[in-house]
T-cell receptor
């Protein structure tokens, strides 16, 4: 069974700073998918970024980028120029690529952006 | 247009009751899911349903049952509700190996 670990329950940074959220995972699969989801106070789950394990290039989406280290089974999220609207719970998630398996989530990191 | 919609958004009910949460997706996805988010915000998959194949998380009590009248719907039925069932329930859908698209969640409170 896969496990996803987020070791930072809460982080707080000043607006405009860069912050990195850590995520490690454990799997015996060779091909899989990794995701970061954002959950603001509205409760909606919003996809931030997606990484396919067979792609060596790190995914980027505007101010969001990942550092994917397959050998180390690490998948950290970097948020540049952080904004007040980035305040949310962030969840790292794993999918084995089987489609119907669904997502295995970490416990989340509560990110607070201070003005 | 809402991609994945759940109703109701809030549900308060007494212990022992039976309730349902409806979920509909208009994305044409072939797989739908139910997740439970507990009071500590931990998300765990309960069910996935794909082409009439149901995959059940073994930790889910059999009081919970998904029902899919068609490919666009996956409703969640809960019998004999217990206090510990209080949580936020999310429906989601996905296609192939794409990321899941989530509904807005249903906050269930059992009193």
């Amino acid at each position: 069974a896969q496990t996803v670990t987020q070791s930072q329950p809460e982080m707080s940074v000043q607006e405009a700073e860069t912050v990195t959220l850590s995520c490690t995972y454990d799997t015996s699969e060779s091909n899989y998918y990794l995701f970061w989801y954002k959950q603001p106070p509205s409760r909606q789950m919003i996809l931030v970024i997606r990484q396919e394990a067979y792609k060596q290039q790190n995914a980027t989406e505007n101010r969001f980028s990942v550092n994917f280290q397959k050998a180390a089974k690490s998948f950290s999220l970097k948020i540049s120029d952080s904004q007040l609207g980035d305040t949310a719970m962030y969840f790292c998630a794993f999918n084995s690529g089987g489609g119907a398996d669904g997502l295995t989530f970490g416990k989340g990191t509560h990110l607070i952006i201070q003005p | 247009d809402t991609a994945v919609s759940q109703t109701p958004k809030y549900l308060v009910t007494q212990m022992g009751n039976d309730k349902s949460i409806k979920c509909e997706q208009n994305l044409g996805h072939d797989t739908m899911y139910w997740y439970k988010q507990d009071s500590k915000k931990f998300l765990k998959i309960m069910f996935s349903y794909n082409n009439k194949e149901l995959i059940i998380n073994e930790t889910v009590p059999n009081r919970f049952s998904p029902k899919s009248p068609d490919k666009a719907h996956l409703n969640l039925h809960i019998n004999s509700l217990e206090l510990g069932d209080s949580a936020v329930y999310f429906c989601a859908s996905s296609q192939d190996k794409q990321a899941g698209v989530f509904g807005q969640g249903t906050r269930l409170t059992v009193v």
